[in-house]
């Protein structure tokens, strides 16, 4: 099995100092992973950071160090627009029944997607995959990003990217340790670094220590050719997410 990697709610203001932590170990393993960029932040739960803590260790400017991890091989997706949860919506990826996109007009969704490219582009940045607050996006928001230019969604489950109404997917993991026992196929290991504990990176270490894994860096996951995706497939993701929401909600 290969096995890519997904950073979600990279902001200026996330706590720097776990990331580090857990970009030192993707630096230790020659991993380089997509990361999910939020254009303009405005979830207050993704504001992490204590300025007299950690503030030696922020980059002086947020978005060029970006760049510079783009150069370095690093994959940027965008991570919605401004990562705030105005619906109680779980769209066609019911992951979670809440979302940034899911539910809300075309027209806007479009103008959110249009906002976030545009400052993602002041800053030096182009990207044409998109990254879903909460996993959760609609018909509209699929539609919407065709028109705003977008080619692909890091979500879905399967064992390799397909193909499905004009957009390629580059599947996640529904189950980690499932994936491990796969000896063929594709996958995204998901991460918030924002609450990636040190016992958690000795966890993660394991990981990347397994004989029978291939991490591969997310370039090389893009570069797979999509099989052609299906209304029969769709229906089988949207309900192993359904369900996967809620054994979560059972714990």
């Known amino acids: 099995m290969k096995i890519a990697v997904r950073l ?18 993707l630096d230790r393993y020659q991993v380089k992973p997509l990361i999910g960029v939020v254009p303009d932040n405005r979830d207050e739960n993704l504001v ?7 503030e030696k260790e922020i980059p002086e400017d947020f978005w060029k160090y970006i760049k510079q991890l783009q150069s370095k091989g690093w994959v940027i997706a965008m991570h919605g627009y401004q990562h705030v949860y105005s619906t109680k919506k779980g769209g066609m990826f019911p992951l979670n029944n809440f979302s940034e996109f899911a539910g809300i007009s075309f027209e806007r969704q479009r103008e959110m997607l249009e906002e976030g490219k545009k400052v993602l582009a002041q800053k030096g940045i182009e990207t044409d995959i998109f ?36 957009l390629i997917f580059y599947p996640i993991s529904f189950q980690l340790s499932s994936a491990f026992k796969k000896k063929d196929g594709y996958s995204t290991m998901v991460v918030h670094t924002d609450t ?13 220590m397994k004989s029978n894994v291939e991490w591969i860096s997310y370039k090389e996951y893009l570069e797979q050719e999509p099989v052609k995706g299906n209304i029969f497939g769709r229906g089988k993701e949207f309900f192993m997410a359904k369900g996967k929401h809620l054994l979560m909600k059972l714990r």
């Open 48 to 54: 992490k950071i204590k300025q007299d803590k950690v």
């Open 196 to 208: 990636v504990s040190d016992e958690d990176l000795e966890r993660y270490e394991g990981y990347f």
């Open 8 to 25: 979600d709610d990279i902001t200026p203001d996330m706590d720097w100092e776990r990331f580090f932590k857990f970009k030192a170990l």
């Open 131 to 166: 990254m879903a607050p909460a996993h959760s996006y609609d018909k509209k928001t699929l539609k919407a990003l065709k028109e705003c230019g977008f080619r692909a969604l890091t979500d879905g489950f399967g064992n390799a990217p397909y193909s499905w109404k004009g």
